[in-house]
DNA sequence: TCTGGGGTCCTAGGACCC
DNA sequence: TCTGGGGTCCTAGGACCC
């Protein structure tokens, strides 16, 4: 007998509810929140460096462009459909990320925000058709006051809700709510869910699992528990029991403290002199150090990386990186940028063409907790950084910056068709009335 | 011409020790 | 001739997520 029907003659029924919240279409209904005559017309989303589109409306999916396609590839359809384009514009997004998570807040106690667009709420106590209601009232008041529309999917375990999630987006029957509660509804959900679909379950997993004939989630619940610790390792297991109906990944409900940091971005163009690996690794330390400080943490250690493009298989590659130990934990920019501008002049290497560039910073605490006997300068180290935030918050961005950082940037990203932050920039909201 | 960015967790294997 | 073995710790790289 495989291991999910004994579970489920042990346990007819489960009173476990984990509702998953996931906004559709995130970064398109976004922009569309600012632009109502764009409801209905299929738009796009890129990412960084207008790269790559990353979030297409119901009707750019209807189109067939798909999901990480680059750009160029999808200009043509994009093009002749009259698709509208967006960069990304994640200032935007994460004001409106928060307003859907402080609407959710209302409606449970035990809330997960798991990303920028999706949220698990601990919704126990409901009968069915109670939780059935109050999911649409969820549903409808989001929509309302942010102006979001939003899928939800309801099951005894994380794994189980994505699925009921996923039910709920696809078919139009549910209504925008999926309650997966029975074993018979849970069985049918398996069964309609292809093996690639289920959280946990990547790319290299899923083909490894279809050479032996499992394809859909169903078929994975009906191997050996053994031989899926055996071949998969813990997280496998793990997917197997949530799929089974046993919660083995629980609701964080205190966010923990972030264990490495990164800023690492795309050039426009490719940089071959060192000069500007220097500025743009001396932009990113900045920033990655502002990240931290704004969450109020130290780092110990950091590595900077550098590649070239390797979709250009002309080209001759290289890619390196270098760990550096900082003398103490800090989030000074100066240190962090004095740092990787050693280490780059270590991993440059002339002829070749850069792609791209990044600074991360590992073994990141709470800075009130870390004060060795070597920091003597932490109070003027805090307070200049201090003052230098409190400056850059309320001028804008980079208005006091470090010499290394460069002033022309010609190597910095692209974004031809950002919008406007309405919600967190006085200037950008009037130059968008303007325009109207 | 043009292919994103930022995280977490797990594991295999090397270094080191007794 | 014959060259231990087991435990722990650390790290790089891989796989996954959105």
Redesign the pocket.
């Known amino acids: 007998m495989s291991y999910i029907k004994q579970l489920q003659n042990n346990h007819p029924s489960q009173n476990n509810s984990i509702a998953l919240i996931d906004c559709n279409n995130f970064y398109a209904s976004c922009e569309r929140i600012f632009n109502p005559r764009l409801i209905g017309k299929p738009i796009v989303v890129l ?3 207008d ?2 589109i ?1 979030t297409r409306s119901a009707e750019a999916k209807e189109l067939g462009i798909k999901m ?1 396609e ?3 590839k999808a200009k043509k359809i994009i093009d002749k459909n009259n698709v509208k384009v967006f960069s990304s514009n994640y200032s935007l997004y994460g004001d409106i990320s928060q307003r859907v998570m402080e609407t959710l807040a209302r409606f449970a106690s035990d809330v997960e925000i ?5 949220a698990f709420l601990g919704l126990n106590g409901f009968e069915n058709y109670e939780l059935s209601k109050y999911c649409q009232y969820i549903r409808r008041t989001i929509k309302q006051w942010v102006g979001i529309p939003v899928s939800i999917g309801v099951s005894t375990t994380k794994t189980l809700s ?1 699925i009921a999630n996923n039910l709920a987006k696809k078919n139009k029957k549910y209504d925008g709510v999926c309650i997966l509660k029975s074993w018979f509804d849970i069985n049918e959900a398996l069964k309609l869910t292809s093996i690639e679909d ?9 083909v490894f699992l279809k050479k032996y004939k499992i394809n859909t989630a169903y078929d994975f619940t009906q191997l050996d528990k053994g031989w899926i610790r055996k071949n998969m ?3 496998g297991e793990k997917t197997f029991l949530e799929l089974c109906g046993v919660s083995c990944i629980k609701l964080e409900l205190i966010p ?1 403290d ?9 050039f426009s ?2 940089v071959e002199k060192i000069d500007d690996l220097e500025e743009s690794v001396s932009s990113y330390g900045t920033r990655v150090a502002e ?1 931290i400080r704004e969450e109020g943490l130290v780092a110990e250690s950091m590595s900077i990386f550098v590649l070239t ?1 390797y ?2 298989r002309k080209e001759k590659q290289y890619s390196n ?1 270098i ?1 550096l130990q900082l003398p103490y934990p800090t989030n000074n920019s100066i240190k962090i940028v004095k740092r990787a501008l050693e280490g780059i002049k270590k991993i440059y290497r002339q002829g070749y063409r850069y ?2 560039a ?1 600074v ?1 910073l590992y073994g990141l605490t709470k800075a009130k907790q870390t004060r060795g006997l070597l920091d003597y300068d932490r109070e003027s180290s805090d307070s200049i950084m201090n003052t230098l935030d409190r400056i850059n918050e309320r001028y804008g961005s980079s208005t006091i910056r470090l010499a290394s950082e460069g002033v022309d940037k010609s190597w910095s ?1 692209r974004r031809e068709s950002v919008s406007p932050c309405y919600t967190t920039r006085f200037d950008d909201l009037v130059e968008a009335k303007l325009s109207l």
Not at 114 to 118: C, G, H, L, N, V
Not at 258 to 266: A, P, Q
């Open positions: 990412s960084n460096n790269g790559c990353i990480g680059p750009y160029f798991y990303s920028i667009d999706e994505k289920v959280w946990g379950i990547g790319r290299r997993l899923s390792g813990v997280v923990s972030k264990k490495s940091c990164c800023v690492s971005r795309s163009k490719p990240k493009n979709f250009n990186s760990k792609k791209k990044g991360i990203m």
